[in-house]
């Protein structure tokens, strides 16, 4: 516990009067200036209650070392009182200016310091403790998110394993999704840093989320989901509502989710199908109007299934399918879209090869 009066005066007399008013309340060291006080300070800080400094004293004067006291931090966790008897108010104004949480004038009446001396004891006292308080608060609620964030994460990997379990998706394609969305969304941060939300936690949720684009395939009958040949325009517009089903599903769990990781995840899964051109599903989004991370997974998205193979062709090669995204002929995506695909294109196929 900091107990000591630290009594910084070149005039002996004053530090034996204070030491005497204090001697009961405190441990008291006394110094003769400022170079002393700062010898002193060094090895007995956590000590400190309070510190008493003269204005005017030689080798290092109390303007100096109160200025030294607010550079090192000092006086943010210890007051400083300053004594003078020069009542220029200029010189006090730079007092507070500096720091100082006090001015007491010499010759001072014991009793007034010794009251003064205790108010801001105690006020200092309350705010370390309310500060220790909220810093264990703090500690509290980051230990609280990562314990949401990793729930988040379980949950979307239950919802996603549903979708992969109905043989929907293949697990390689959630993880490849995933990963191609954090590779654009990370060189868009870099690169559009003022035209998008892009921090890093709203990456994360993007990654994670990512995963649940195709969450309302679940809720389209097997019977047109699974169905062999070619899908009549009716059927297809039901395969086209698994966007607005995934949202209804995602409603469904939104008190249990993180507010980023649920905005995100249902812009994702509404409008992963939506073209930057306006001629996309469900709601025929143009431009920015279509969220940049449904932006993202729908480039993601369109990529990875041109390298996988489909019932009805093989795989195309990583440079067709980078070329077909570039041109438009396998989507509609912004130019700031396409510019961040080309840049990250390395680090996209070195990532999708481990697949």
Known sequence: MRNTMLIADDDIGYR??????????????????????????????????????????????????LKVLKLKGVIKRIPVIMMTTDRDEALVAESFENGATDMIYKPFVPQVIAARVNNLIALNRGRLQLEEMIRQQTVQIQEKNKELKAFNSKL????????????LESNSHIKKIKGISRIVAETI?????????????????????????????????????????????????????????????????????DKEYITTSYNICRHHHERYDGKGYPDHLEG?????????????????????????????????????????????FSEKMLDCFAQSRTMIENFCKKF
């Open 189 to 257: 941060m870099r690169r559009y840093p003022d035209d998008y939300d892009l921090r890093p936690e709203k990456i994360e949720a993007i990654e994670s989320t990512a995963a649940l684009h195709d969450i309302g395939m679940i809720a389209i009958p097997d019977s047109i989901l699974l169905k062999p040949g070619k899908l009549t325009a009716d059927e297809f517009e039901v395969i086209k509502s698994h966007t607005t089903l995934g949202c209804e599903i995602l409603k469904q769990i939104e008190e249990l989710q």
């Open 16 to 65: 034996d009067q204070l030491s005497e008013l204090f001697k009961d309340k405190f441990d008291i060291a006394t110094v003769g200036n400022g170079r002393e006080a700062m010898a002193y300070l060094v090895d007995h800080h956590k000590e400190i209650a309070i510190i008493l400094v003269d204005m005017h004293m030689p080798i290092i004067d109390g303007r100096a070392l």
């Open 156 to 167: 979307i990997e239950i919802m996603s394993s549903i979708v992969e379990f109905r043989n």
């Open 288 to 332: 920015e109007a279509i969220p940049v991370e449904a932006q993202i997974v729908a480039l993601a998205d369109a990529y990875d299934s041109l390298i996988s193979d489909r019932t009805y062709r093989d795989a195309f090669d990583m440079s067709k399918a980078y070329g077909m995204i570039m041109s438009g002929a396998a989507g509609s």
